[in-house]
């Protein structure tokens, strides 16, 4: 009788634990792209929402009411309540992005920077300003920073200049920052987005060259939100996602290293603001590091593979798996072990349920996992998501996947 009582408290234990990990709560809902169309994962419950493919770049709004995507060359949103479909922009709209702290829609068309508040009933665009390369909002939804394009001249470049952007047309721009004139160790003529730390310090993008040149290096730079104390810090590749501050602290995490193939010389390494010490390198030889995400201010998750030569067959290049890093203890551990023709991606940590997410892929088919925070009890959370096109092994699964996080 005590075998039988021992194992049966065994399987209960097992099946409360897999339900704890693999259940979905209503702090988190998953939009994604499956046969190209839009779908959601909400309370363990998958919905199509579309039926004519030719859907990318799913986006959630601050509040998860709102689900904007791109379907062929228009701007779309669909709101989770009404469950309406809306028609934004015909044209090809593009870098789009949901205000911080209410339902307005930022995007960009040829040059021009353009809202659409989805409180209001004809939800018409309203222009903000012209001449702009890129964009971000600031943290309190209330203005942009923004960036100029370079233009080439007689005398050689103009310098790409930074304003401050007020959502309120009755308030003037204001000049921010003139990034530096080209020489042999700096050339921008647009920027990426711009990131802005927990506290809102300080402001990280990348510094863009020209096209060619910015496929195999661009200079991520940091600049305090007073204008002072702008840093050169390093080259990477041009990939907004491999550049992110840290909850709570002003540490920045990212990909350094020149190149525009993914399997070589990509590194990880954290700068740790304020401070002028060179930065801390967590990558180790032989090795190359993607996609990753913080957990806290010294726990790292990072897709990880073996360092190697180009080979233009794919079965010949390696596939990644999932690596926890403790940037404090500076221990490292191998958090998964895919299949031998199977990859792991982009990971993300889902702070208040302490899970894990990943994507696996073989190249041809990707599923969502889910696990704990360590990544144990791991299992297909949504199978058969759309797998984005490589280039040079850089893969921007933003095109087919968006988590939002409900926080308290």
């Given at each position: 009788?005590?075998?039988?009582?021992?194992?049966?408290?065994?399987?209960?234990?097992?099946?409360?634990?897999?339900?704890?990990?693999?259940?979905?709560s209503?702090?988190?809902?998953?939009?994604?792209?499956?046969?190209?169309?839009?779908?959601?994962?909400?309370?363990?419950?998958?919905?199509?929402?579309?039926?004519?493919g030719?859907?990318?770049?799913?986006?959630?709004?601050?509040?998860?009411?709102?689900?904007?995507?791109k379907?062929?060359?228009?701007?779309?949103?669909?709101?989770?309540v009404?469950?309406?479909?809306?028609?934004?922009?015909?044209?090809?709209?593009?870098?789009?992005?949901?205000?911080?702290?209410?339902?307005?829609?930022?995007?960009?068309?040829?040059?021009?920077?353009?809202?659409?508040?989805?409180?209001?009933k004809?939800?018409?665009?309203?222009?903000?300003?012209?001449?702009?390369?890129?964009?971000?909002?600031?943290?309190?939804?209330?203005?942009?920073?923004?960036?100029?394009?370079?233009?080439?001249?007689?005398?050689?470049?103009?310098?790409?200049?930074?304003?401050?952007?007020?959502?309120?047309?009755?308030?003037?721009i204001?000049?921010?920052?003139?990034?530096?004139?080209?020489?042999?160790?700096?050339?921008?003529?647009?920027?990426?987005?711009?990131?802005?730390s927990?506290?809102?310090m300080?402001?990280a993008?990348?510094a863009?060259?020209?096209?060619?040149?910015?496929?195999?290096?661009?200079?991520?730079?940091?600049?305090?939100?007073?204008?002072t104390?702008?840093?050169?810090?390093?080259?990477?590749?041009?990939?907004?996602?491999?550049?992110?501050?840290?909850?709570?602290?002003?540490?920045?995490?990212?990909?350094?290293?020149?190149?525009?193939?993914?399997?070589?010389?990509?590194?990880?390494?954290?700068?740790?603001?304020p401070?002028?010490?060179?930065?801390?390198?967590?990558?180790?030889?032989?090795?190359?590091?993607?996609?990753?995400?913080?957990?806290?201010?010294?726990?790292?998750?990072?897709?990880?593979a073996?360092?190697?030569?180009?080979?233009?067959?794919?079965?010949?290049?390696?596939?990644?798996?999932?690596?926890?890093?403790?940037?404090?203890?500076?221990?490292?551990?191998?958090?998964?072990s895919?299949?031998?023709?199977?990859?792991?991606y982009?990971?993300?940590?889902?702070?208040?349920?302490?899970?894990?997410?990943?994507?696996?892929?073989?190249?041809?088919?990707?599923?969502?996992?889910?696990?704990n925070?360590?990544?144990?009890?791991?299992?297909?959370?949504?199978?058969?998501?759309?797998?984005?096109?490589?280039?040079?092994?850089?893969?921007?699964?933003?095109?087919?996947?968006?988590?939002?996080?409900?926080?308290?």
């Amino acid at each position: 009788m005590k075998q039988w009582f021992l194992i049966i408290c065994i399987l209960l234990c097992v099946f409360v634990n897999e339900q704890d990990i693999h259940a979905e709560s209503s702090s988190f809902q998953v939009a994604f792209v499956r046969n190209g169309d839009l779908w959601t994962k909400i309370n363990r419950e998958e919905q199509q929402l579309t039926k004519d493919g030719a859907v990318t770049n799913p986006k959630w709004s601050f509040d998860g009411t709102w689900l904007a995507y791109k379907k062929k060359d228009e701007l779309w949103a669909y709101h989770m309540v009404t469950k309406k479909h809306f028609l934004l922009y015909k044209s090809s709209a593009s870098n789009y992005q949901w205000s911080p702290v209410g339902n307005v829609l930022a995007f960009q068309y040829d040059g021009t920077l353009n809202i659409i508040d989805m409180s209001s009933k004809n939800k018409s665009v309203s222009n903000i300003s012209v001449g702009i390369g890129n964009y971000s909002w600031s943290p309190d939804g209330k203005e942009f920073l923004a960036s100029s394009i370079a233009s080439i001249q007689p005398t050689g470049w103009t310098n790409v200049e930074l304003y401050k952007i007020p959502i309120d047309s009755k308030k003037k721009i204001e000049h921010f920052y003139t990034l530096p004139t080209q020489s042999k160790d700096f050339f921008a003529i647009q920027t990426s987005q711009f990131k802005y730390s927990e506290d809102g310090m300080w402001i990280a993008f990348l510094a863009i060259p020209t096209a060619s040149w910015s496929m195999d290096e661009n200079r991520l730079c940091i600049i305090r939100t007073d204008g002072t104390n702008f840093m050169n810090l390093d080259a990477m590749i041009l990939n907004d996602a491999w550049f992110k501050w840290a909850p709570t602290k002003n540490f920045l995490a990212y990909i350094s290293g020149e190149g525009r193939m993914a399997i070589e010389n990509k590194h990880l390494k954290v700068k740790v603001l304020p401070t002028m010490k060179s930065n801390s390198t967590y990558t180790p030889k032989g090795y190359v590091d993607w996609d990753f995400t913080w957990h806290n201010p010294s726990l790292i998750t990072i897709s990880r593979a073996k360092e190697s030569e180009w080979s233009n067959n794919p079965s010949k290049r390696p596939l990644p798996s999932l690596y926890q890093i403790d940037t404090k203890s500076m221990q490292q551990n191998k958090i998964t072990s895919p299949k031998s023709d199977y990859g792991d991606y982009r990971p993300e940590y889902i702070s208040k349920e302490r899970k894990l997410t990943w994507l696996r892929s073989n190249r041809q088919t990707t599923d969502m996992w889910l696990a704990n925070k360590e990544g144990k009890q791991a299992k297909i959370f949504i199978q058969q998501i759309d797998t984005v096109p490589d280039y040079y092994e850089k893969r921007n699964w933003d095109e087919v996947i968006d988590i939002f996080q409900k926080y308290d």
